[in-house]
Nanobody, 119 residues
Framework: QVQLVESGGGLVQAGGSLRLSCAAS????????MGWYRQAPGKHRELVAV???????NYADSVKGRFTIARDNAKNTVYLQMNSLKPEDTAVYYC?????????????WGRGTQVTVSS
């Protein structure tokens, strides 16, 4: 089994910053991509940012220049630094990992962490 656990969400005023962390643990052979998705009330889950094992990154247009994704391969951890937060960034943020476990390669998801940005 593999677990992804997020931390770092909370309530912040517009213009503020938050840093999310996600640590993967369990029977991990390797991790390909790791990333962050978010889901606001009444909306579909959407990609925020992703980083591959080769350090290639991709961001949603709505967060480019404000959010930065980083990865610590030794710790199986991915971070999301969020600056200049806006009320429209309010959502539950989910960590995702494409993990090669003992049997196969599959997607794993964290339970999510709430980010609320007040105006």
């Amino acid at each position: 089994q593999v677990q992804l656990v997020e931390s770092g969400g909370g309530l912040v005023q517009a213009g503020g910053s938050l840093r999310l962390s996600c640590a993967a643990s369990g029977y991990i052979r390797s991790i390909n991509a790791m990333g962050w998705y978010r889901q606001a009330p009444g909306k579909h889950r959407e990609l925020v940012a992703v980083t591959t094992s080769g350090s290639i990154t991709n961001y949603a247009d709505s967060v480019k220049g404000r959010f930065t994704i980083a990865r610590d391969n030794a710790k199986n951890t991915v971070y999301l630094q969020m600056n200049s937060l806006k009320p429209e960034d309010t959502a539950v943020y989910y960590c995702n990992g494409v993990v090669r476990d003992l049997i196969t390669t599959r997607d794993y998801w964290g339970r999510g962490t709430q980010v609320t940005v007040s105006s």
